[in-house]
């Protein structure tokens, strides 16, 4: 919206200097002036039904001034900046949810995670031999693809997941670091003995929360992956 013109007021600045204004038709009143917001006690003439305020107060109240030359008055007020052009933008909001972007990259995460484990299993199960070539293999794609994540984070509940999903490829990692480790040392470990392991239980617990977080699309915290 456009601001308002000064027209207004400085047609009621000439009526103040037309001679011939009678004083004792005249009648002086305080009142409170209010321009652009400012307000200031000042005095009101009222004649013939009009109000009428000297130029000092309008001057001073406006913040302009007043330049007197002979016998011309000018009047200068300050210019108001244009309506929509230099207004201030609204501050964004913070984003809240999960970002299309952060979830392609928290299900491809978990798609890694979730084959990882799939393969120690399977190993367990049928009792092949865990090669540290293909742990170190599923190691690093389920780091690159937190990397990706964390990059992908842009939303509160974004940045809160990914320290989620860190903690459950640390916990998948060194769950596969201790079944190498046992392999290794000949160890024999029974299917049994992984499904009852607590690690590997909180692994499948923290996934299934993170992949019913993800659904939901808010961020939500679980001592599972912690």
Known sequence: ??????????????LLIVPGLARSQAVEQSRTLIVNGQSEPVKIMELDGRSYVDL???ARIAKGTLAF?????????????????????????????????????????????????SALVNSIENNFPIQAIWVERYSGQAATSLGLASVAASTDSDRSAVQL???EFENMKTLS????????????????NLRDDSLNQKILTCARFL???????QFADDASCH
């Open 1 to 14: 919206m456009r601001k308002k013109s000064w027209s207004g007021w400085l047609i009621l600045l000439v």
């Open 56 to 58: 000092e107060s309008l």
């Open 69 to 117: 030359s002979g016998n011309q008055i000018t009047l200068t007020l300050p210019r108001s900046a244009p309506a929509t052009e230099s207004a201030a933008a609204p501050p964004k909001l913070s984003a809240t949810g999960f970002s299309k972007e952060f979830l392609r990259a928290n299900i491809e995460e978990m798609a890694v995670i979730r084959e990882w484990r």
């Open 165 to 167: 999903l860190s903690n």
């Open 177 to 192: 670091g201790q079944l190498l480790a046992d392999r290794q040392s000949m160890q024999h470990v029974s299917p049994d």
């Open 211 to 217: 992949g019913s977080m993800a659904v939901g699309g």
